[in-house]
């Protein structure tokens, strides 16, 4: 079975440009989480989503947006990039709203220049 | 104050050695603790997550977790260099997860 997808890999982006990453959770997953990792940090939550619902939203500024589709795949959006924005962007899925049994993906590595 | 705090290390060890990686907490909230095993460009890997308080065992690995003092640890037995990574703990609140920074380990050949 595959794991969860995230897209793209990498990115480098400029200064006020606008982003968008994408995440496929596990088949059969329907929480999503976001989570931002800057370097020499541990994860930081961003957003969680269940049943297409945003769940819970971390201390982000509104320049963050997320949602989740249908299919339980989700988007998260970044608006107005800073430099302070370059971060691995993680993901996490689980079957129900339950926040230990999340499985991460291998993020995006956003590069903010 | 940090709400978990864990010593970014790194921790270098010898092969076969016992490793003790640790975090302390300031909020009573938080219900289950869990540590994640990050290899470089990876995302985190789920190893073990407990709720109360007391040990558990799973393999090479065991978690401790004392509520009376805000104090879990990771135990590894017999580390072995490809358990060289960073190690987060991670503890539920609500909707989230709160992580420590991440403890590099090191383990030499």
């Known amino acids: 079975d595959a794991g969860v997808t995230q897209s793209p890999t990498h990115l480098i982006k400029t200064r006020g440009q606008q982003v968008t990453l994408r995440c496929s959770p596990i088949?059969?997953?329907?929480?999503v989480s976001w989570y931002q990792q800057v370097l020499g940090q541990g994860p930081q939550f961003i957003f969680q989503?269940?049943?297409?619902?945003?769940?819970g939203r971390g201390n982000f500024p509104d320049r963050f947006s997320a949602r989740q589709f249908p299919n339980y795949s989700s988007e998260l959006n970044v608006n107005a990039l800073l430099l302070g924005d370059s971060a691995l962007y993680l993901c996490?899925?689980?079957?129900?709203?339950?926040?230990?049994?999340?499985?991460f993906g291998s993020g995006t590595r956003l590069t903010v220049v | 104050q940090k709400e978990v705090e864990q010593d970014p290390g790194p921790l270098s060890v010898p092969e076969g050695a016992i490793v003790s990686l640790n975090c302390t907490y300031s909020n009573s909230a938080f219900q289950y603790f869990m540590w994640y095993r990050q290899y470089s460009r990876k995302g985190p890997e789920l190893l073990m997550y407990t709720y109360s308080s007391g040990n558990k065992e799973d393999g090479r690995f065991t978690a401790q977790v004392d509520k009376s003092s805000k104090y879990i640890s990771l135990f590894i037995r017999d580390s072995q260099p490809s358990d060289s990574a960073t190690y987060l703990c991670a503890m539920e609140y609500g909707n989230k997860l709160v992580f420590g920074a991440g403890t590099i380990l090191r383990v030499k050949s």
């Open positions: 989503y269940y049943e297409k619902e945003e769940r």
């Open positions: 088949s059969g997953h329907k929480s």
């Open positions: 996490a899925s689980s079957p129900d709203r339950a926040n230990y049994g999340y499985t």
